[in-house]
């Protein structure tokens, strides 16, 4: 029932923020008064149905000193209150590339298993959030771009803003260069990894799950364990995808809050904040 209710939850989101339609049929983006909020997954800002922006992209402006000191703490502020709040619950619940992830994993082909040597690369996500979202933006004087991540990394740029505009207006191709191909190139390579790996790109390379993460271990949506109950059957970490020990650390930085580790056959996890564990279903 519970991962019934979040793949509804992610494609309404999905839909919903991407809900200017008439932008894909034109080509052109939407700039109306909704442009000026974010929304609290990966969302380009670029997509053609996009109605609000993406927080990494409000973020990179507003650290490059394109903004009034209002718009940077307004970023700022969202971003810590989404995370003292929910911690990573948006990666999980919120995210549409996150969705489309999920639901290539799906397809049956054989896992890589979960080792100890992905850990090491759980990290490149913050390397990445210092270097593209916060270093390099705060070089734009020195003639660095503004929105580093967006310009040279982020594939999502390709998959809901280059491509759809391709599609209506297939003159478009023609101005590519360099970095869309080494966007495009990662993008197709992220999706074939999507196969075999479960999120990779939530995993090793998004840095806002880099910032979200930060937050899990103090969130006010959190996991909790009652350690008289627990008897340590390792049901919790089976049931994880990313390998998780949930009894041992129901906060862990890379929870992404799906919680398809519930329910507890001894009845030891449950969900503090803004959630309750009910038996076989859990109420958000």
């Known amino acids: 029932m519970t991962r019934i209710k979040r793949r509804a939850i992610q494609f309404m989101t999905a839909i919903g923020i991407n809900s200017y339609f008439i932008g894909f049929m034109e080509g052109r983006i939407y700039q109306g008064n ?15 149905g996009a109605l609000g922006s993406c927080p990494l992209a409000m973020l990179q402006t507003s650290i490059a ?16 209150l989404m995370g003292i709040i929910l911690g990573r619950f948006a990666c999980g619940w919120f995210c549409p590339f996150g969705l489309l992830q999920e639901l290539i994993f799906k397809l ?16 490149l996500k913050y390397v ?15 003639g660095m771009s503004s929105t580093a991540f967006c310009k040279y990394v982020c594939p999502v740029e ?18 590519v260069g360099f970095l869309f191909k080494w966007k495009l190139f990662l993008l197709v390579v992220i999706l074939l ?5 479960f999120k990779p790109f939530c995993r090793f390379i998004c840095p806002l799950g880099a910032i979200y993460s930060l937050f899990n271990p103090i969130s ?21 995808k990313l390998g998780i020990a949930v009894y041992e650390d129901p906060n862990n930085r890379e929870c ?15 969900v503090k904040g803004y959630g309750k564990k009910t038996g076989q279903e859990i109420e958000l």
């Open 34 to 48: 909704l442009k000026k909020f974010c929304v609290p997954g990966l969302n380009c800002s670029s997509c053609p």
């Open 65 to 80: 000193g394109g903004a009034a000191s209002q718009f940077k703490l307004f970023i700022v502020g969202f971003l810590a």
């Open 108 to 123: 049956p082909l054989p896992k890589v298993p979960i080792k100890k040597w992905f850990k090491p690369l759980e990290n």
């Open 128 to 142: 990445i959030l210092i270097l593209f979202v916060l270093l390099l933006p705060a070089l734009g004087a020195f």
């Open 158 to 175: 390709v998959l809901e803003a280059n491509l759809p505009l391709m599609i209506v207006k297939p003159s478009v191709m023609a101005t």
């Open 193 to 197: 990894l999507s196969a075999i790996i």
């Open 220 to 240: 006010l949506y959190r996991l909790q364990v009652d350690n008289q109950k627990c008897t340590a059957c390792t049901r919790c970490q089976a049931q994880c």
């Open 256 to 270: 992404m809050r799906c919680n398809e580790c519930l329910p507890c056959p001894a009845q030891a996890l449950e």
